[in-house]
C-alpha cells in the first residue's frame, strides 16, 4: 500500500496490520443487557466498579437491577478516583482482591473504565506495581496471560477506553502520567448506551468530544504503519502500530460526525441527536486509536496534567487542581498539527474540512494552519482554555514539561516526525496560547 509518510521510511518497515477490538454493543438502552452478557460470559460474582458522582445515577442503578434479575452477585466498588493515580488503582487492586469476584463490570468514564482494567489486572497476575507500567517509568513487564472477563459501559463520550489495551493513571512520586499497554487488559465487551450522555455537563461532553477528536486527528496522522520496524515476533505488533487503512476508516467517520455535531452536543443536554452521534464518534475513534496509536499531543498531556498548578475547571467534583485528560490533550493539538502537516498536507487539509473548515483554496504549505486554525475555532465556540497558558502555564515551565514528556516513547515515537528534546520544546512554545 503505498505512503507518502517519507521522513521515517525505513528498509524493514513492518508490512501488515491488526485489527482488534473488544466486542460491542450500541444503542439506547443496552445498559440494560448487562445481567444477559455477564451471565453468557459465565460470571457468578461481579465487581461492579464507579466512581461517587455516578454511584447514585440512574446508570448504576440500571446495571446493578439488570446483573440481580439475571442471578449474579454483585460486590460493588463507588471510590474510583476522577483522574486516577498509581495509590487509586492500588486500592481498588485491593477492593477485588478481598471481594473474590470472577468478573468486573465498570460503569464510568475513562477513569473508572482504566481503573478496573487495572484491579483486575492485578488481582488476576499479583505483581509490584511498577512491573507492568510502560518502560523506561516501569519495567514493561508483559502481562503473563488472559484477565477475568470485564464489561465496559462507557458514560462520557470520549476516551474509548473499553475498546483500547490502555490503562492510565497519575505517578504520584513523577508528577506525571504514564499508562500500562497491552491487548490483554482490553475489555472483554463494551456495552455503549449513548442514553448516559444526557446527563453530562457540558464542560465534561466539550473536554470528552476533544479528546476523541485528537484521538481521530492523531490516528489519522500518525506515523504509516509500514514505516515502523517489523516487530521480531509477529504476534507482538504494538498497539501503537501507525495510521492504517481501517483505523483511517473510523477517524474519517468520527472527525465528520464531531464537525457537525460536537459544539451542538456541547450547547444543549436536549440536543438528543448531537449527543449521541458524539458518542458514535468516541466509539469509532477509540477503535481507530485502539488500532493505530496516538502521537504527539497525548503524550505531551501527559506532563499538562501531571504537574498542574491550580487550576480547577467546572464541572468536576474534586476540590483540588486538575486539568482533565481532554483539555490536557487539546490545548498542544493545534501546535502540532502547524509542525507535522509539511509531511502529508493531504491528510491535514481533509481532517480541517471534515471538520467544517472551508479548504477549496488552501494550498498545501497552508494545510497545517487550516487544521490548526478550525481546531481553534470548536476551541473557542465551547469555552476551551486558551492554550498552556489557559491551564495555568507559562513559558517558565516549558522545561519541566518537556522533562516530563520526553520519556513517553510509546506515543512520541508513533508521531509521523521525529521528536527529540529540541522538536518537544517548539512544540510546547506554539501551544502557549492561541488567541
Ligand atoms: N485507556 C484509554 O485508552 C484512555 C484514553 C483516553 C483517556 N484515558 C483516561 O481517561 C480519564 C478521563 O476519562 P473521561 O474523560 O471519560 O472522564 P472521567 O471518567 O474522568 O469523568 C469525568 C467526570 O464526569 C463525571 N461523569 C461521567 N459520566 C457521567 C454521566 N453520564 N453523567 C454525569 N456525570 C458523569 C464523572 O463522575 C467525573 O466527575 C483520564 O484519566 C484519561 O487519562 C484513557
Ligand atoms: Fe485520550
Given at each position: 500500500m503505498a505512503c507518502c509518510h517519507t521522513e521515517l521510511e525505513l528498509e524493514q518497515g513492518d508490512t501488515a496490520f491488526n485489527v482488534d477490538t473488544s466486542s460491542i454493543t450500541f444503542g439506547d438502552g443496552c445498559l440494560s443487557e448487562a445481567g444477559a452478557v455477564a451471565r453468557s460470559l459465565g460470571i457468578k460474582r461481579i465487581a461492579l466498579m464507579t466512581d461517587p458522582v455516578l454511584a447514585t445515577s440512574a446508570h448504576v442503578a440500571k446495571v446493578e437491577a439488570s446483573l440481580s434479575a439475571a442471578g449474579i452477585a454483585v460486590a460493588r466498588y463507588d471510590d474510583v478516583r476522577v483522574e486516577p493515580t498509581d495509590e487509586s488503582f492500588q486500592a481498588a487492586t485491593k477492593f477485588a482482591i478481598d471481594a473474590k469476584v470472577d468478573g468486573f463490570i465498570s460503569v464510568g468514564g475513562g477513569s473508572v473504565i482504566d481503573t478496573t482494567k487495572a484491579a483486575n489486572l492485578y488481582s488476576t497476575h499479583p505483581a509490584d506495581f511498577l512491573a507492568y507500567v510502560n518502560a523506561p517509568i516501569g519495567e514493561g513487564v508483559a502481562v503473563p496471560g488472559p484477565l477475568m472477563p470485564h464489561i465496559a459501559c462507557p458514560t462520557t463520550s470520549g476516551t474509548g477506553s473499553e475498546c483500547t489495551g490502555i490503562a492510565v493513571f497519575d505517578l504520584l512520586a513523577m508528577k506525571a502520567k504514564t499508562g500500562i499497554a497491552s491487548s490483554?487488559?482490553?475489555?472483554?465487551?463494551a456495552l455503549i448506551d449513548p442514553g448516559v450522555t444526557e446527563t453530562l455537563p457540558a464542560n465534561v461532553v466539550a473536554a470528552s468530544a476533544f479528546d476523541v477528536l485528537s484521538h481521530a486527528l492523531e490516528s489519522y496522522t500518525a506515523r504509516h504503519f509500514h514505516v515502523r520496524p517489523a516487530p521480531a515476533d509477529p504476534t507482538q505488533r504494538p498497539g501503537s502500530q501507525g495510521a492504517n487503512p481501517w483505523s483511517d476508516l473510523g477517524c474519517r467517520e468520527a472527525l465528520k460526525l464531531l464537525g457537525t455535531y460536537l459544539v451542538r452536543a456541547v450547547d444543549s443536554a436536549e440536543d438528543v441527536e448531537a449527543r449521541h452521534q458524539v458518542m458514535w464518534a468516541a466509539t469509532l475513534a477509540g477503535i481507530a486509536f485502539g488500532n493505530a496509536g496516538c502521537h504527539a499531543p497525548h503524550g505531551m498531556s501527559y506532563s499538562v496534567a501531571g504537574m498542574v498548578k491550580d487550576f480547577q475547571p467546572e464541572g468536576?467534583?474534586?476540590g483540588e487542581p486538575i486539568v482533565p485528560h481532554g483539555l490536557s490533550v487539546i490545548v498542544n493539538s493545534p501546535s502540532v498539527f502547524r509542525m507535522t502537516s509539511e509531511l502529508d498536507p493531504a491528510r491535514h487539509r481533509d481532517a480541517a474540512s471534515w471538520l467544517g473548515a472551508d479548504t477549496a483554496d488552501v494550498a498545501d504549505d497552508e494545510a497545517g494552519e487550516a487544521l490548526a486554525g478550525q481546531i481553534i475555532t470548536l476551541m473557542k465556540a465551547t469555552n476551551?482554555?486558551?492554550?498552556l497558558m489557559g491551564v495555568g502555564y507559562d513559558a517558565n515551565d516549558i522545561d519541566d514539561l518537556v522533562a516530563g514528556s520526553l520519556p513517553q516513547r510509546r506515543l512520541l515515537d508513533n508521531a509521523p516526525i521525529q521528536i527529540d528534546k529540541v522538536k518537544l520544546t517548539e512544540l510546547y512554545q506554539g501551544a502557549l496560547s492561541y488567541w
Open positions: 490483554l487488559i482490553r475489555p472483554t465487551k468536576w467534583p474534586l476551551m482554555p486558551n492554550g
